[in-house]
């Protein structure tokens, strides 16, 4: 039962936040389980620790193009290839940290605590899941690509 209001409310919080902060409808596409050793395809991903009641790793993972999209329809001005990847990463950064919080702020009556956000780049980087949970994705559409939400949680 757990499980189920889980992916709810991450569900809830990535269309929510998507549709404030950049007028896009995130369609949500299915959960499954994941290996936490699959090859996975994302050249970005957002990284939040849970602690207290709940702990685990909630992970936002994008394309570089789907990103580059983001950014230019942000309304945010870039003048150059370094200051494009700082506020990329940024923007990764803050949108995993939004989309935690709205959803752990949901789970009522479950005290948590999260952690800072860490972008973690590259087209074939691992995440090192904690192997407290299977590792669940939950994945989105927009008009111009996909996107995914991993969790890996104990409640």
Same mark, same amino acid.
């Given at each position: 039962?757990?499980?189920?209001?889980?992916?709810?409310?991450?569900?809830?919080?990535?269309?929510?936040?998507?549709?404030? !902060?950049? #007028?896009?409808?995130? $369609?949500?596409?299915? $959960?499954?389980?994941? %290996? $936490?050793?699959?090859?996975?395809?994302?050249?970005?991903?957002? @990284?939040?620790?849970?602690?207290?009641? +709940?702990?685990?790793?909630?992970? @936002?993972?994008?394309?570089?193009?789907? @990103?580059?999209?983001? @950014?230019?329809? %942000? #309304?945010?001005?870039? %003048?150059?290839?370094?200051?494009?990847?700082?506020?990329?990463?940024?923007?990764?950064?803050?949108?995993?940290?939004?989309? +935690?919080? $709205?959803?752990?702020?949901?789970?009522? #009556?479950?005290?948590?605590?999260? +952690? /800072? /956000?860490?972008?973690?780049?590259?087209? %074939?980087?691992?995440?090192?899941?904690?192997?407290?949970? /299977?590792? !669940?994705?939950?994945?989105?559409?927009?008009?111009?690509?996909?996107?995914?939400?991993?969790?890996?949680?104990?409640?």
């Amino acid at each position: 039962m757990l499980e189920k209001r889980i992916i709810e409310v991450f569900t809830e919080s990535t269309r929510n936040t998507f549709r404030e !902060m950049f #007028g896009l409808d995130a $369609s949500f596409l299915g $959960s499954k389980e994941i %290996s $936490s050793e699959a090859d996975h395809g994302w050249d970005i991903t957002g @990284l939040v620790g849970l602690a207290g009641q +709940a702990q685990g790793v909630i992970a @936002l993972r994008l394309t570089a193009g789907l @990103l580059d999209l983001l @950014l230019d329809g %942000s #309304g945010i001005e870039v %003048s150059g290839t370094e200051e494009r990847l700082q506020l990329s990463g940024g923007l990764v950064g803050e949108l995993t940290n939004i989309l +935690a919080g $709205s959803a752990t702020s949901a789970l009522k #009556g479950i005290d948590v605590t999260i +952690a /800072p /956000p860490v972008v973690i780049r590259g087209p %074939s980087h691992e995440i090192g899941w904690p192997a407290i949970a /299977p590792v !669940m994705a939950l994945s989105f559409g927009l008009p111009k690509g996909k996107f995914e939400i991993d969790l890996c949680l104990r409640a």
